[in-house]
């Protein structure tokens, strides 16, 4: 703690001055919490090089702090996210587009953070067109209310659709925020994504200007927990990234949860991403379920959670979470759906209750940064970032080398349908 005071005694209180995007200084005028865009993250962990930015979900508040504290004391960078079916119109947490970046400004008041910090508007998902009528007056709302970066997922929809549906929504993403796209829902072994549909939904972007700075893909994964060891496929993940190098786009790793630290280092170490997703281990290890060592929640022979008896929420809680679950017949995969009914009961447990909570995501998440992820220090090269542009607005990493006439709207639609790949079997793949 003493180092990044000592630190950041000059260098922080500029960044302060100059990084703070105009919603978070209009948000928070007095505010020492230094909320930055997307990009800073992402400037920073190219800098460090084979190195990604913890993204965590922040379902609830006692995860927003033990995230929180856990930066502060690798003195790492950090993105608190949360994605449109966790915190939506139609959410399972309290926490939302809405009020997350409140909860974080003050959570980093009071714990006194001093590491750059981006609000994250994940999985913005778009399924058809009135999604994008909705998204048109919605995005601008969660920006006014202190988002700093956004997921534009309409991954769901066919490739050409994918790519005109980022395109139109485009314009109500502020240009200085941080900016992700995704091809590929995440859906596992099913469905996964290839070097072609990348290339299509990048090279469309870049054509109208538009530069993302991460791409998300179906490399394997899932979200919540891993029913196998299947996994993140590195290599498949490398080969996209290669491919689409020349446009400077980082990787997005999404459903991290439940996949081993080695395939995690090797994901840092031989691919090109920036941004790991963690969402449902932070969850589990805050209820105080028993995980394994990189993060899935253990279950017994009657496929129940195992609670660790005087870690996270009472036994008390517990109990009346699950005997919740049982009487909406919710399985381990509901078990999320938890945080929006429990949320208050969870705040009003005794500060000692809260605090073991918080403490058990702290030591998760510095472990994932320090161990796992080589984000050590990299709090430093964020601000470096800052500073040497002098400016909340770190600008573009790429520019237009496609030209826009061949990506037309009826040219993309040509284009679309010369793809030829497996979307997988259709289902609910939020989140």
């Given at each position: 703690?003493?180092?990044?005071?000592?630190?950041?005694?000059?260098?922080?209180?500029?960044?302060?001055?100059?990084?703070?995007?105009?919603?978070?200084?209009?948000?928070?005028?007095?505010?020492?919490?230094?909320i930055?865009?997307?990009?800073?993250?992402?400037?920073?962990?190219?800098?460090?090089g084979?190195?990604?930015?913890?993204?965590?979900?922040?379902?609830?508040?006692?995860?927003?702090?033990?995230?929180l504290?856990?930066?502060?004391?690798?003195?790492?960078?950090?993105?608190?996210?949360?994605?449109?079916?966790e915190?939506?119109?139609?959410?399972?947490?309290?926490?939302?587009?809405?009020?997350?970046?409140?909860?974080?400004?003050a959570?980093?008041?009071?714990?006194?953070?001093?590491?750059?910090?981006?609000?994250?508007?994940?999985?913005?998902?778009?399924?058809?067109e009135?999604?994008?009528?909705?998204?048109?007056?919605?995005?601008?709302?969660?920006?006014?209310?202190?988002?700093?970066?956004i997921?534009?997922?309409?991954?769901?929809?066919?490739?050409?659709?994918?790519?005109?549906?980022?395109?139109?929504?485009?314009?109500?993403?502020?240009?200085?925020?941080?900016?992700?796209?995704?091809?590929?829902?995440?859906?596992?072994?099913?469905?996964?994504?290839?070097?072609?549909?990348?290339?299509?939904?990048?090279?469309?972007?870049?054509?109208?200007?538009?530069f993302?700075?991460?791409?998300?893909?179906?490399?394997?994964?899932?979200?919540?927990?891993?029913?196998?060891?299947?996994?993140?496929?590195?290599?498949?993940?490398?080969?996209?990234?290669?491919?689409?190098?020349?446009?400077?786009?980082?990787?997005?790793?999404?459903?991290?949860?439940?996949?081993?630290?080695?395939?995690?280092?090797?994901?840092?170490?031989?691919?090109?991403?920036?941004?790991?997703?963690?969402?449902?281990?932070?969850?589990?290890?805050?209820?105080?379920?028993?995980?394994n060592?990189?993060?899935?929640a253990?279950?017994?022979?009657?496929?129940?959670?195992?609670?660790v008896?005087?870690?996270?929420?009472?036994?008390?809680?517990?109990?009346?979470?699950t005997?919740?679950?049982?009487?909406?017949?919710?399985?381990?995969?509901?078990?999320?759906?938890?945080?929006l009914?429990?949320?208050?009961?969870?705040?009003?447990?005794?500060?000692?209750?809260?605090?073991?909570?918080?403490?058990?995501?702290?030591?998760?998440?510095?472990?994932?940064?320090?161990?796992?992820?080589?984000?050590?220090?990299?709090?430093?090269?964020?601000?470096?970032?800052?500073?040497?542009?002098?400016?909340?607005?770190?600008?573009?990493?790429?520019?237009?080398?496609?030209?826009?006439?061949?990506?037309t709207?009826?040219?993309?639609?040509?284009?679309?349908?010369?793809?030829?790949?497996?979307?997988?079997?259709?289902?609910?793949?939020?989140?």
């Amino acid at each position: 703690m003493e180092k990044n005071q000592n630190r950041y005694s000059k260098d922080f209180i500029k960044a302060l001055e100059i990084g703070r995007p105009p919603n978070i200084v209009k948000l928070f005028p007095n505010s020492k919490a230094l909320i930055v865009s997307g990009k800073v993250i992402d400037r920073a962990m190219l800098a460090r090089g084979n190195a990604i930015a913890m993204a965590a979900n922040g379902r609830s508040n006692v995860v927003i702090f033990g995230a929180l504290k856990a930066a502060q004391k690798a003195n790492s960078v950090l993105i608190i996210e949360i994605a449109k079916s966790e915190g939506g119109a139609n959410a399972y947490c309290a926490c939302s587009f809405w009020n997350l970046a409140r909860q974080v400004d003050a959570a980093c008041n009071e714990l006194k953070i001093t590491v750059p910090v981006a609000v994250h508007a994940d999985h913005y998902g778009i399924k058809n067109e009135e999604d994008i009528t909705t998204a048109q007056i919605e995005i601008p709302s969660i920006f006014e209310a202190g988002i700093t970066s956004i997921a534009i997922d309409a991954s769901h929809m066919p490739d050409d659709q994918n790519l005109l549906a980022s395109l139109k929504l485009n314009p109500f993403v502020p240009p200085w925020a941080g900016l992700e796209t995704e091809v590929g829902e995440i859906k596992g072994k099913e469905g996964l994504s290839t070097v072609e549909e990348a290339l299509f939904l990048i090279k469309g972007l870049n054509a109208h200007e538009v530069f993302p700075d991460w791409i998300a893909l179906n490399n394997g994964t899932t979200h919540g927990i891993e029913a196998s060891d299947q996994g993140i496929q590195v290599p498949l993940t490398a080969s996209i990234h290669d491919a689409i190098e020349p446009y400077h786009v980082s990787g997005a790793q999404h459903g991290t949860s439940g996949n081993s630290t080695e395939r995690l280092k090797k994901i840092a170490k031989e691919t090109r991403t920036t941004k790991a997703n963690v969402a449902t281990a932070l969850q589990m290890i805050s209820w105080g379920l028993e995980v394994n060592d990189y993060g899935n929640a253990i279950i017994d022979d009657q496929g129940r959670f195992n609670k660790v008896k005087g870690e996270g929420v009472t036994e008390e809680l517990w109990a009346d979470m699950t005997a919740y679950a049982d009487k909406k017949g919710w399985k381990k995969g509901d078990y999320k759906k938890l945080n929006l009914p429990f949320e208050n009961r969870i705040l009003a447990q005794p500060a000692e209750i809260r605090e073991r909570m918080i403490q058990r995501v702290e030591k998760f998440v510095y472990d994932m940064l320090v161990n796992v992820f080589n984000a050590k220090d990299s709090a430093d090269l964020g601000i470096e970032a800052i500073l040497k542009a002098n400016s909340y607005n770190l600008g573009f990493k790429a520019k237009r080398i496609e030209d826009p006439k061949q990506w037309t709207v009826s040219k993309i639609k040509e284009k679309g349908a010369l793809i030829s790949s497996d979307k997988g079997r259709a289902g609910d793949f939020d989140d």
